[in-house]
């Protein structure tokens, strides 16, 4: 549904039609459209299996592991409005976080640098979608109505998870908390610029 009319075209009414049963089906299962909301973007995630391949490179493992989130936003791009609502919050994505940061602390990345990298991958990954999908360019438009969490709210939301399942995220977590984004921005960029004028 929000693939074809965006996050704003997702009723419960038009979800329980779609599904053949009553809104208050629907309801047995979510409080409202936000606990559906909430679940989407885990959704997609869990669909793709991102981490279920076994590439020896750690770089090329990585490279894989974002390729198939990029091709699941392309495939879902009525997602792209919730991607910061729901970064920490599901399963799947906590799973994904974990599995990545394992890979990046196994390659010898300490948690300061595996915690940069992810991030910096991720607004990568997430920013070629958008610059290159116009159905996401779509959906985030026509989503802009929706809450966006600040820094702060992200941060809380690391620390209100229970991360007893997610070591790796446990252990780079006050890394993920304090990320200074204008600064990683402005590396990243300066990276980009030596490794396209080198040689």
Not at 88 to 111: H, I, K, P, W
Request: some cysteine; aromatic content about 6%.
């Amino acid at each position: 549904i929000i693939d074809a009319d965006g996050l704003g075209g997702l009723t419960v009414r038009k979800l329980s039609a779609r599904l053949g049963v009553t809104a208050m089906a629907i309801y047995r299962h979510f409080r409202n459209k936000a606990d559906i909301e909430h679940e989407l973007v885990d959704l997609v995630v869990g669909d793709y299996d991102v981490t279920n391949h076994d590439e020896k490179d750690w770089m090329e493992w990585v490279h894989a592991t974002y390729a198939k989130m990029r091709h699941a936003l392309c495939t879902h791009p009525g997602v792209m409005p919730l991607l910061d609502n729901a970064s920490y919050q599901g399963g799947n994505a906590l799973s994904v976080m974990d599995r990545v940061l394992a890979e990046l602390r196994r390659a010898g990345l300490d948690d300061a640098q595996a915690a940069r990298l992810f991030h910096t991958l991720m607004a990568y990954m997430i920013g070629t979608v958008v610059l290159t999908n116009e159905d996401a360019r779509r959906a985030i438009a026509a989503g802009r109505g929706a809450a966006v969490r600040s820094d702060r709210s992200r941060k809380l939301s690391i620390e209100t998870i229970s991360l007893s399942p997610y070591p790796n995220i446990a252990g780079v977590a006050p890394y993920l908390a304090g990320v200074d984004y204008e600064r990683q921005f402005r590396n990243s960029v300066m990276q980009i610029i030596r490794a396209a004028t080198a040689g």
